[in-house]
T-cell receptor
Framework: SQTIHQWPATLVQPVGSPLSLECTVEGTSNPNLYWYRQAAGRGLQLLFYSVGIGQISSEVPQNLSASRPQDRQFILSSKKLLLSDSGFYLC????????????????FGPGTRLTVL | AQSVSQHNHHVILSEAASLELGCNYSYGGTVNLFWYVQYPGQHLQLLLKYFSGDPLVKGIKGFEAEFIKSKFSFNLRKPSVQWSDTAEYFCAVNPLSSNTGKLIFGQGTTLQVKP
């Protein structure tokens, strides 16, 4: 069966510090990978998605970047954190097919709670 | 702007009451529809999904949702809630015209069931 891991679970960082959040998926190959953020009082917002190694699409302009150095690894980074980067970050995966999303379903990891002070 | 709206932000019910959570979206064309649930301290989990076919879909734990295309709605229902249904519920839409798997989420509804 497939499992998705995120770490760390919680993180408190000062403004201006760098960030690296990691997501890994087990039990599948060539998944689609996604990063979402849930800010306080708001729904989940898609930040980045990836359909393959080195292929990253950004959904919103922001202080963050994403990378996919390995097939089942997705990393969310920042060089300098802002207060507004605080939130709950969720990674998700889905099965990559022949780019047919008509039956695509995403499965979510446990999330990372980031507080920027 | 295209969006997903969940009308109820916070719902409080007594056990055995019936539940209906509203979800409306503003995307034209073909969509995939989902309800996710997050129980306290747990992962976001898939509750049910609609891709095509019968507009009434059944999910886990006695939940069901009805897709009404003319109303752009996908409301979640349960005839009799239990205390263990206390959770946050998210409606999500994948507009297939985007040709990606990305989901657009509603703001979520917090359901509190009193024993």
């Amino acid at each position: 069966s497939q499992t998705i891991h995120q770490w760390p679970a919680t993180l408190v960082q000062p403004v201006g510090s760098p960030l690296s959040l990691e997501c890994t998926v087990e039990g599948t190959s060539n998944p689609n990978l996604y990063w979402y953020r849930q800010a306080a009082g708001r729904g989940l917002q898609l930040l980045f998605y990836s359909v393959g190694i080195g292929q990253i699409s950004s959904e919103v302009p922001q202080n963050l970047s994403a990378s996919r150095p390995q097939d089942r690894q997705f990393i969310l980074s920042s060089k300098k954190l802002l207060l507004s980067d605080s939130g709950f970050y969720l990674c998700a995966w889905s099965r990559a097919g022949p780019r047919d999303y008509r039956t695509d379903t995403q499965y979510f990891g446990p999330g990372t709670r980031l507080t920027v002070l | 702007a295209q969006s997903v709206s969940q009308h109820n932000h916070h719902v409080i019910l007594s056990e055995a009451a019936s539940l209906e959570l509203g979800c409306n979206y503003s995307y034209g064309g073909t969509v995939n529809l989902f309800w996710y649930v997050q129980y306290p301290g747990q992962h976001l989990q898939l509750l049910l999904k609609y891709f095509s076919g019968d507009p009434l879909v059944k999910g886990i734990k006695g939940f069901e949702a009805e897709f009404i295309k003319s109303k752009f709605s996908f409301n979640l229902r349960k005839p009799s809630v239990q205390w263990s249904d206390t959770a946050e519920y998210f409606c999500a839409v994948n507009p297939l015209s985007s040709n990606t798997g990305k989901l657009i989420f509603g703001q979520g509804t917090t359901l509190q069931v009193k024993p």
